[in-house]
Nanobody, 123 residues
Framework: QVQLVESGGRLVQAGGSLRLSCAASGRSFSSYGMGWFRQAPGKEREFVAAVSWSGSSTYYADSVQGRFTISRDNAKNTVALQMNSLKPEDTAVYYC????????????????WGQGTQVTVSL
């Protein structure tokens, strides 16, 4: 299996930027597609972005397209989410997830999850 630990979440002003990081441990990290999800209080967990095992393909939710960028470094066993032009509606706990095979927006397709990191965007 793979263990995931997110970091980088904090309070940030609207319009600002933030970079989240997910550190993975496990011998097969490079074989997993990786995704970022988020969950705000009172709302369901929603898909944010995903990247294929090779890093050659990326996928984004419409709500973050053009603002967020997902990337991975298989040599360092890390995946990052660069968030720009942040909005108050981006406030949520952000989760890193790993899944075997083709990954997409469905949370049930992911096998492993991190503990989450809080991102708060103020007005």
């Amino acid at each position: 299996q793979v263990q995931l630990v997110e970091s980088g979440g904090r309070l940030v002003q609207a319009g600002g930027s933030l970079r989240l990081s997910c550190a993975a441990s496990g011998r097969s990290f490079s074989s997993y597609g990786m995704g970022w999800f988020r969950q705000a209080p009172g709302k369901e967990r929603e898909f944010v972005a995903a990247v294929s095992w090779s890093g050659s393909s990326t996928y984004y939710a419409d709500s973050v397209q053009g603002r967020f960028t997902i990337s991975r470094d298989n040599a360092k066993n890390t995946v990052a989410l660069q968030m720009n032009s942040l909005k108050p509606e981006d406030t949520a706990v952000y989760y890193c997830a790993a899944g075997r095979g083709i990954v997409g927006p469905t949370a049930q397709e992911y096998d492993f999850w991190g503990q989450g990191t809080q991102v708060t965007v103020s007005l």
